[in-house]
């Protein structure tokens, strides 16, 4: 099977900076919000008001970036399933 190296082509920087964020914002919102929200429902501790708070706080750069390293361990599985060189 052919692997693509990630390394040496450009345009696929770019693509996996999008992908990363793409699989962060649905791990914080479905998996992650999700969860919490069970939690909440079941206990009344008030986590998802807190997690919230800790990826949306500081400037809209920095809840992106947040947001972007929430979602690298899905983009690494992602890329070894397609069998990319990291």
Known sequence: METTNLKKALGTVGFSIIACWMFGLATTFILIGGFLLFIDWIFGLQLANSFEDIIFSGS???????????????????AKSKNWEL
């Open 60 to 78: 809209e750069i920095y809840r992106h970036f947040k947001v972007t390293l929430t979602g690298i361990p899905f983009f690494l599985h992602y």
